[in-house]
């Protein structure tokens, strides 16, 4: 039978198609009307821009840094051994520009509170005549200012870039009675560091009395241990003339000391993890605004950034920072890090002494070089005494529960994780998070769950949260079917915030592009509420608002999709969106993500440079 033109048209397609499949391996399945060609998506992107927007444009032509190439398939096993180091981790190299440096003179604090005597009189740096300061102030931003709309007072007064909306023709800062009232005694923001307490820690005059009573312990045991072999040729007679010396040695008879001072479980602080949606806690990108943005969205844990133990104990006030909990957060714990018992234990007493919180994680699975060279994060899986000790002092200083995150191992095939679990529930953890990859594999390579699954077995009946590639609520539905007690979502929740909503309501939200612009202009006010109005806290939230589109970028929407849902590991083709604002976020030049920064918090500084922290290379 002869074949018709129709069927060799099929099979022509066909084979095209398949012959694309393969082409594109590593990226998202999109309709074929989106995907378009690099230089025509920047050239429709640049045709669209509005007048003074050209950063984008500037950017590719000064030849900074683009969006990263495609994945390349490496068969050659010789060849995988040796990554391109171009594009992967983070940009070490990167200008830190500081928010500083866009305001170097600001209006003194003394002419905003009602010109007060300023202290430092002639020696002052700051301005002290207004239209001095004015003249070269830069423009305002919009006629609407978040903080007066929604506290009645904007504190920042001539120095907000929305000055205009709460400011007399005679520079005098004006006031809405009602909502000042309504909030007054109102902490929006808690465990901000008292200043008596930051002075005491630089001048180490911070007592540690349960600390000291946990790591006099230790030093016995050591010592017991040297004359161990001295004890049992001792003579019993004068062991029983001296039964203070023998008191420290762990016995199963008489109390200890430590036995009776001890906190039992039952009267630490319960905390009930089960089932509940937790957003990791995330280093830069995961700061208060962020947290905000995913409560909004249905986040039932969330947990400050990973804070360094021995910055804490100096009073570092960035330190600090990163243990800040906004009134949403109902269930809210920090994350520290750290390599040694007695920094850890201290930092612990510190932090349950003086901030509110609902529990303390122990960051163990921290990959990067600066802090596993010095055994920490990753490292302290392979310490196991030093683990051990970690977690038993921290637990003896605490009221509230402990937590631990970790990894499968250090080595990408040698998993460790399943040897640790049991002994952590021996030293007295409440929760464990597990992290589906090794310390080798950082963000390569999926997630192992089948391991988690069995972790979790072993980890009954302490709870067990799953961590890794969770970006749709059939990820989260195949995840909960491997027995963890919890989800705890990274990634997934930089580039959609909204997959908790996803996964509570159990569907696929083809959100559209004013809706995700609605969100970073409810981050933008979050972020001028938390780090200011004036120009340097518009500079900083413009900062960490670029970090995030740096991840939100890798987002594609469901409508474009050819087949749903999309994989964390999938890269984005380049794509058409269905209106420009759709194709702008989709872009991975940080030009672009200028431009909607723009939108939101007006132009940036004539100095303004901004590189990633993160390189976007996470799919291989």
Not at 8 to 16: P, V
Not at 53 to 72: A, H
Not at 278 to 305: H, M, Q, S, W
Request: hydrophobic share 30%; glycine share 6%; charged share 30%.
């Amino acid at each position: 039978m002869e074949k018709t033109d129709g069927e060799d048209l099929t099979k022509g397609s066909a084979e095209e198609a398949k012959g694309r499949e393969t082409t594109v391996k590593g990226e998202a399945s999109l309709k074929p009307e989106f995907i378009t060609t690099k230089d025509k998506f920047h050239e429709f992107l640049d045709s669209h821009s509005q007048n003074g927007c050209k950063t984008s444009v500037e950017s590719r032509n000064e030849g900074e840094e683009e969006e990263p190439e495609p994945k390349k398939l490496k068969p050659d096993p010789e060849e995988s051994r040796k990554p391109d180091k171009k594009h992967r981790g983070q940009n070490k190299s990167r200008p830190h520009t500081k928010p500083t440096t866009y305001e170097e003179k600001r209006l003194c604090l003394s002419v905003l509170q009602d010109n007060k005597e300023c202290r430092f009189g002639a020696k002052c740096f700051y301005y002290h005549d207004i239209g001095e300061y004015l003249a070269v102030k830069p423009a305002d931003i919009g006629d609407r200012c978040y903080i007066y709309e929604t506290f009645g007072k904007c504190p920042y007064s001539l120095t907000c870039r929305f000055a205009k909306t709460h400011t007399t023709p005679d520079f005098k800062n004006m006031e809405i009675a009602d909502l000042v009232k309504a909030n007054e005694g109102r902490t929006a923001v808690k465990n901000v560091l008292d200043k008596d307490l930051q002075f005491q820690l630089k001048k180490r005059q911070v007592k540690f009395e349960k600390s000291t009573e946990f790591l006099k312990t230790l030093d016995d045991d050591k010592n017991v241990d040297a004359s161990e072999d001295s004890l049992r040729v001792a003579n019993v007679a004068e062991a029983e003339a001296l039964p203070e010396k023998a008191a420290p040695v762990k016995t199963v008879g008489p109390l200890t000391d430590i036995d009776v001072v001890k906190l039992r479980a039952c009267e630490k602080k319960q905390v009930d993890f089960a089932d509940k949606l937790y957003l990791a806690p995330l280093t830069t990108c995961g700061n208060l605004p962020f947290r905000r943005v995913c409560k909004r969205f249905g986040a039932d844990i969330t947990c400050g950034e990973m804070a360094m133990c021995t910055n804490l104990l100096q009073g570092q006030q960035s330190e600090w920072a990163l243990l800040k909990r906004h009134e949403s957060e109902d269930l809210f714990g920090v994350q520290v890090e750290g390599c040694f018992p007695d920094t850890m234990t201290k930092c612990a007493e510190l932090i349950n002494n003086n901030t509110d919180v609902d529990f303390v994680d122990i960051n163990s699975g921290c990959p990067i070089d600066l802090v596993y060279k010095k055994g920490g994060g990753c490292g302290l899986m392979t310490r196991t005494k030093k683990f051990s000790q970690i977690i038993k002092g921290m637990n003896y200083v605490l009221d509230v529960p402990l937590t631990v995150k970790i990894r499968t191992g250090v080595q990408e095939k040698t998993n460790i994780a399943h040897k640790l679990i049991p002994e952590m529930k021996k030293w007295g953890v409440s929760m464990i998070t597990l992290h589906g990859r090794s310390r080798e594999q950082r963000y390569t390579k999926l997630a192992d769950w089948d391991y988690i699954s069995s972790c979790s077995k072993l980890a009954s009946p302490v709870p067990l949260f799953g961590n890794g590639d969770i970006l749709s609520y059939e990820d989260a539905m195949r995840a909960k079917e491997t027995g963890v007690s919890g989800i705890m979502i990274a990634r997934g929740a930089l580039i959609k915030p909204w997959i908790f909503t996803e996964i509570k309501e159990s569907r696929h939200w083809d959100i559209s592009s004013a809706e995700r612009l609605d969100i970073l202009r409810d981050f933008s006010n979050f972020g001028l509420e938390h780090w200011g109005s004036d120009t340097r806290g518009v500079e900083k939230t413009r900062s960490f608002l670029l970090e995030w589109l740096s991840f939100m970028c890798r987002y594609i929407p469901v409508g474009l999709l050819e087949r749903v849902p999309l994989k964390i590991n999938e890269r984005p083709p380049y794509y058409m969106g269905r209106d420009y604002l759709e194709t702008l976020m989709a872009s991975q030049n940080v030009g672009d993500w200028v431009r909607i920064s723009e939108m939101l918090l007006g132009p940036v500084p004539n100095n303004f440079n901004f590189l990633p922290k993160h390189k976007a290379n996470s799919y291989k």
